[in-house]
């Protein structure tokens, strides 16, 4: 177990945890950092912080360091760890680094929130969870969707029994990931696209969002049974571009989504980022809370029938937000002496688990996938809300 670090008020609660990243790209920098800056301006008292910014690339982290009051930067993550001690790290480096840098943190005894998936590869996965797990640390994958406020409203509708017996939940996220795209300026380095460094595309990159959110959603239910079917239809890069999967949760409820890289967004088009619940009592629809940002819309329909029925969520808040919260609560928890597994609810060998079967339905496709298609103009479009 880590020691406790200067500078946290144990008994903080929510709020208070200094924070370090590792990996500053664009999900760090527009997304998780926001996120700690409104979890800090809701916890004044004893506010959480970024203490500094960790990447190979200076000007990455430079960028990322001056948004927050404070804040430093360190070249690499031993340096980040020895000269500014944080009391937990958030990973945000390419999928083929996390088992490196999530094996580096919790070996000084630091908590550590890795990015999803897990890792670029199985034995990778297996052995970050086994490091975190000697060193007796507190680990969690961040999954941001379990903690936006719309999915938290649905899944505390379907613990009430509003939607009745649940039978089916059905998921589309999907973006516009062109070869080139960057948001750093960095043209033709997007690693998203690159095999070695993501380990897959659409299907690794978006699938364990709604997997982990399918368990969310349904108390625990997890996923079970999984197939899965990937294209390479739009984007002439070597890794998936979409994909489809079915399967069946330990409950008996039947699971569908559909994951892409090739879906653009204009106007009067349909959402990309849908969620659907249906029970015996009702369906619920989500549109447009998969992804980083807070917001969008959710409607109950009732099985008899009349007017969807909107579900009030506070769409203001990010999941990050909570995300920040909800782990700086369990690490000022360990650092009181609550046992790890104790502290934060979603253990690592639960995460691993969904993304061995994630793995094993993508073996399943086989390594021939379908040519891309020739490569043609590239319709307008917004930054890849669906990929990290």
């Known amino acids: 177990m880590g020691e ?5 008020d144990d008994g903080a609660g929510r709020a208070g945890c200094a924070w370090g990243i590792a990996g500053c790209g664009w999900v760090a920098r527009d997304h998780f950092l926001p ?10 008292a004893a ?17 990322l360091a001056r948004r927050a009051p404070g804040a430093s930067t360190a070249a690499d993550t031993g340096e980040l760890l020895a000269g500014h001690r944080p009391d937990a790290v958030y990973v945000a480096v390419p999928n083929h680094a996390h088992r490196r840098v999530v094996e580096e943190v919790a070996a000084a005894g630091t908590p550590v929130l890795c990015e999803k998936p897990l890792a670029a590869d199985l034995a990778d996965a297996e052995a970050l969870v086994a490091a975190c797990r000697r060193a007796g640390v507190l680990a ?6 379990r903690f936006h406020p719309a999915h938290r409203a649905a899944a505390d509708l379907v ?21 080139a795209w960057s948001p750093d300026g960095r ?27 399918v368990g969310v959603l349904l108390g625990g239910d997890d996923v079970e049974q999984l197939a899965a079917v990937t294209q390479r239809r739009v984007h002439p890069y070597p890794v998936d571009d979409g994909a489809a999967l079915a399967g069946l949760t330990r409950g008996g409820v039947l699971f569908g989504a559909h994951v892409a890289y090739n879906i653009p967004e204009a106007p009067g088009t349909p959402p990309r980022r849908r969620l659907e619940i249906t029970g015996t009592r009702g369906t619920l629809t989500a549109l447009d809370t998969l992804g980083q940002e807070p917001g969008g819309t959710v409607r109950l329909t009732g099985a008899r029938g009349g007017p ?21 609560a369990a690490v000022a928890a360990t650092a009181a002496g609550v046992p790890p597994e104790l502290a934060w609810p979603w253990p690592l060998e639960r995460d691993l688990a969904l ?33 990290r």
Not at 4 to 8: A, N
Not at 312 to 321: E, Q
């Open 159 to 179: 613990a009430a029994g509003e939607l009745g017996t649940v039978t089916a939940v059905r998921i589309v996220y999907g973006c516009w990931l062109p070869p």
């Open 47 to 63: 506010p959480p912080r970024l203490v500094a910014a960790a990447d190979p690339d200076p000007a990455a982290a430079a960028r």
């Open 140 to 145: 969690g994958t961040a999954y941001d969707q």
């Open 187 to 213: 043209r033709y380095d997007n690693w998203r696209a690159d095999p070695a460094r993501a380990g897959g595309g659409a299907l690794l990159d978006l699938a364990p969002h709604g997997l982990d959110l």
């Open 35 to 44: 996120g700690l800056l409104q979890a800090a301006r809701r916890h004044p």
């Open 4 to 8: 406790s670090r200067p500078g946290r």
């Open 355 to 387: 993304h061995r079967l994630l793995l094993t339905a993508l073996d399943r496709t086989g390594t021939a996938l379908p040519p891309p298609a020739p490569a043609g103009p590239e319709p307008p479009h917004t930054a890849p809300e669906g990929v």
């Open 308 to 328: 969807p029925a909107p579900v009030r969520f506070d769409t203001s808040l990010s999941p990050f937000t909570r995300q920040i919260e909800e782990f700086s």
